[in-house]
């Protein structure tokens, strides 16, 4: 079964600096990847997706994110935070089965001090 | 292009009734999934619909069940609630099956209080 692991629940970084989110799959073949993110009180918002091809992918608001598949993982990277970046991000994994439903991460906070 | 739209947005229930919530998709999107978010278990994937037809499933009692009309429009119940239920519940559709599955574009959710 596919799975997901954000093993930071809160990030907190001044406004400027550069962000990275973490986020690690299990998954026994090539996998989906999707980054979404949630403002309060909103539903959620893909950020970027890798499905094949080069693995350093770009989205939107100036994020992007890089497929590594020896430490299966799909990082999420940012290299200048704005204050209207803070919101919860979910790093979601799909292809399992062949439904493709995607599996949610539990979510990492993003704070961002001015 | 209209987005993901979601009613009611916010209510309120006693333990014992049952709700209805209803989805309207993005015009032209005939796949319509339904996630279940809770900050203990996070997003948890109810099931999903295509073309009328339930095609997933997630591992939901059967207390949660759900419908698609010809319109692409969905509406899912819970009987019978307990507290656990409450959560945001949130809809989400897609343009196509496959991979693009899990390309969605989510409404902003409803949130159900159960008293």
């Known amino acids: 079964a596919q799975s997901v692991t954000q093993p930071d629940i809160h990030i907190t970084v001044s406004e400027g600096a550069s962000l990275e989110l973490r986020c690690n799959y299990s998954y026994g073949a090539t996998p989906y990847l999707f980054w979404y993110v949630q403002s309060p009180g909103q539903g959620l918002q893909l950020l970027l997706k890798y499905f094949s091809g080069d693995t350093l992918v770009q989205g939107i608001k100036g994020f992007e994110a890089e497929f590594k598949r020896s430490q299966s993982s799909f990082n999420l990277r940012k290299p200048s935070v704005h204050w209207s970046d803070a919101a919860e991000y979910f790093c979601?994994?799909?292809?399992?089965?062949?439904?493709?439903?995607?599996?949610f991460g539990r979510g990492t906070s993003l704070i961002v001090h001015p | 292009k209209a987005g993901v739209t979601q009613t009611p947005r916010y209510l309120i229930k006693t333990r014992g009734q049952q709700v209805t919530l209803s989805c309207s998709p993005i015009?032209?999107?005939?796949?319509v999934s339904w996630y279940q978010q809770t900050p203990g278990q996070g997003l948890q994937f109810l099931f999903e619909?295509?073309?009328?037809?339930?095609?997933n499933k997630g591992n939901f009692p059967g207390r949660f069940s759900g419908r698609q009309f010809s319109n692409s429009r969905s509406e899912m119940n819970v009987s019978t609630l307990e507290l656990g239920d409450s959560a945001l519940y949130l809809c989400?559709?897609?343009?196509?099956?496959?991979?693009?599955?899990?390309?969605?574009?989510f409404g902003e959710g409803s949130r159900l209080t159960v008293l």
């Open positions: 015009s032209g999107h005939r796949s």
């Open positions: 979601a994994v799909a292809g399992s089965g062949g439904s493709y439903i995607p599996t």
């Open positions: 989400a559709s897609s343009l196509e099956g496959g991979v693009r599955l899990g390309v969605l574009f």
């Open positions: 619909y295509f073309s009328e037809t339930q095609r």
